[in-house]
């Protein structure tokens, strides 16, 4: 649990682990498994704006599950863009559950810094 694992090229950073270079088909990915409520990530913004696809247990975030920076396309799968440095809130479960998040992008400014993840209910 909570351990990250890596799908593809990326570079080990002293502060991140950043896409090693630009995809097509969103082939590079970063994986955890998490036992949480929320999930948020923590992603850097350098040169341009870039989309990062989220997935849980292999599918698009349904929306009774998407965080407040989710967002769908015409297939509904779900993205978050990034466009700052910022955390970006992605997963809001109604209870405490475990599950697999994937991020990724084909952009190779995508950069993850950190993951938080809450347990509480409101």
């Known amino acids: 649990n909570h351990h990250i694992y890596l799908q593809g090229l ?18 590079d990915y970063l994986a955890i498994k998490f036992f949480a409520r929320t999930v948020n990530v923590v ?8 989309e990062v696809k ?3 247990n292999g599918s698009p975030i349904s ?5 407040a920076d989710i967002w ?15 955390m970006y809130r ?9 599950h697999e998040l994937k991020v990724s992008s084909n952009s190779s400014e995508f950069a993850v810094f950190a993951y938080t993840f809450g347990s509480y209910l409101d």
């Open 10 to 27: 990326w570079r080990n950073t002293s502060e991140s682990l950043k896409h090693a270079r630009d995809t097509e088909n969103y082939e």
């Open 54 to 56: 989220v997935t849980m």
């Open 90 to 98: 992605l997963i809001k479960l109604p209870e405490f559950e475990g």
């Open 72 to 86: 769908y396309n015409t297939e509904d799968n779900s993205f978050v863009t990034v466009d700052r440095s910022d």
């Open 43 to 50: 992603m850097g913004f350098e040169n341009e704006s870039y």
């Open 63 to 67: 929306k009774s599950h998407a965080g």
